[in-house]
C-alpha cells in the first residue's frame, strides 16, 4: 500500500509543530478581570476561585504593576461593595468619591497606558442584585424595568467615563443599551471611549464564583428574562445586529468555554472583533481539579484559552491571565 499523505510528518519534532501552529496564544490577548474592595492594605482570597483575590486600592495597584511587567496592559474592574452601600436605585455607580470609580482614576494616574474595561450594570450597587430596576421586588409580579434601567446605566456609563475609562462593557443585557449608553457619552464629549458589548451573555450556572466574589447575587428570582437562554444560538445573531447597529465596538459571548460555537457564529457573521469571557466557574472547574491532582492545571488551562481562540475570538477576559502571560511569554 503506498501512502501519499502523510501528516505526521508535520508533528515529527517540537520545532516543526510551532512552524505550522494554526492558533497562537498572546498576553495581548488577555484581559484580566480584577475585583476591588475597601479598606487599607487588605487582601482577600475568593474561596471558589483559588488564587484570585479581592484586593484593596493600594494592593490592586500593585497588583496590576504585576501584570504589567509580564505584558497584561488591559484590565477589566469590580467593586465588592458593604451592603449598607447598596440601593433600589444603584445610586452609589455614581458617586465621584466612592470606591469604584475612585479606582478608575487611580489605576490610571498610575498606569497612564494601560486599558481600564468597566462595568456597566447595577448588579453590584443593586439592593436587590439584580442588573437592572426591579418594580415590586420580591413579589409574583416582580419584574426588571427595561427602559428606566436605561437612564441610570447613561449616567454611570458618563461618571465611568469622566473617571478615565477606556472601554465600557454594559453585561446588563437591557433591549437597547448600548445605543443609550452610546448616545449619552457622545452627547457628555466621550466619543473615544469604546463599546465592549455583552451580546450574547447567557443565563449560565457558571457565574456562582463571580457571584461570591462581589457578594452580588440575585435576592430573589433569577436573571432569566435578560440573560439569554443557553439553548438559543440564532438569537446571538439578533442581539450582536442590534448592538452592532447601536454603535457596540466589540462583542463579547459569556461564558466562553460552552459557547464556543457561538464565539464561531459571530465570527463567522460579523467585522467587529469579537470578545469571550472565560469565566468564574470556568477557571474554578479547572483550579479544583488541578488541586485534587486529576489533571495538569497548566495544560488544561492553555488548551481551554487555545480553544476560546481557535473558535475565533479576538481577545479573552479570564482569570488565568496572569498565569498564562507567564508562559506565553509577550511575543505575538
Known amino acids: 500500500m503506498t501512502i501519499i499523505r502523510r501528516p505526521r510528518r508535520n508533528r515529527a519534532s517540537g520545532v516543526i509543530r510551532d512552524l505550522v501552529q494554526e492558533t497562537r496564544l498572546s498576553v495581548h490577548d488577555f484581559i484580566l478581570p480584577l475585583f476591588v474592595m475597601e479598606g487599607q492594605n487588605v487582601r482577600t482570597e475568593v474561596a471558589s476561585m483559588p488564587g484570585i483575590y479581592r484586593h484593596s486600592l493600594d494592593l490592586l495597584l500593585d497588583e496590576i504593576a504585576e501584570c504589567v511587567d509580564l505584558g ?13 452601600k447598596k440601593d433600589r436605585y444603584a445610586t452609589e455607580s455614581t458617586n465621584p468619591n466612592g470606591l469604584y470609580l475612585k479606582a478608575i482614576r487611580a489605576v490610571k494616574d498610575r498606569f497612564p497606558d494601560v486599558c481600564v474595561m468597566t462595568d456597566v450594570a447595577m448588579d453590584p450597587y443593586s439592593s436587590d442584585g439584580h442588573d437592572g430596576l426591579v418594580e415590586n421586588a420580591g413579589s409574583s409580579a416582580g419584574q426588571i424595568l427595561n427602559d428606566p434601567t436605561l437612564e441610570i446605566l447613561g449616567r454611570m456609563a458618563v461618571a465611568q467615563a469622566q473617571a478615565g475609562a477606556d472601554i465600557m462593557g454594559p453585561s446588563d443585557m437591557m433591549d437597547g443599551r448600548v445605543g443609550y449608553i452610546r ?15 455583552y451580546a450574547a451573555k447567557y443565563a449560565s450556572a457558571f457565574y456562582g464564583p463571580f457571584r461570591d466574589a462581589l457578594d452580588s447575587a440575585p435576592k430573589f428570582g433569577d436573571k432569566k428574562t435578560y440573560q439569554m ?8 445573531l439578533i442581539e450582536a445586529e442590534l448592538d452592532i447597529q447601536e454603535g457596540a465596538d466589540m462583542l463579547m459571548v459569556k461564558p466562553a468555554l460552552a459557547y464556543l460555537d457561538i464565539i464561531k457564529l459571530l465570527r463567522d457573521n460579523t467585522n467587529v472583533p469579537i470578545t469571550a469571557y472565560n469565566v468564574s466557574g470556568e477557571y474554578a472547574m479547572i483550579k479544583a481539579a488541578a488541586r485534587n491532582g486529576w489533571l495538569d492545571g497548566d495544560r488544561a488551562m492553555m488548551e481551554s484559552l487555545l480553544s476560546i481562540k481557535r473558535a475565533g475570538a479576538d481577545v479573552i477576559l479570564t482569570y488565568f491571565a496572569k498565569e498564562a502571560a507567564a508562559l506565553v511569554g509577550s511575543v505575538q
Open 229 to 236: 437562554n443557553p439553548a438559543n444560538s440564532r438569537e446571538a
Open 72 to 84: 497584561i496592559r488591559a484590565f477589566d474592574l469590580f467593586p465588592n461593595l458593604p451592603e449598607t
Open 183 to 197: 448616545t449619552a457619552l457622545d452627547e457628555a464629549g466621550y466619543t473615544n471611549v469604546g463599546i465592549m458589548s
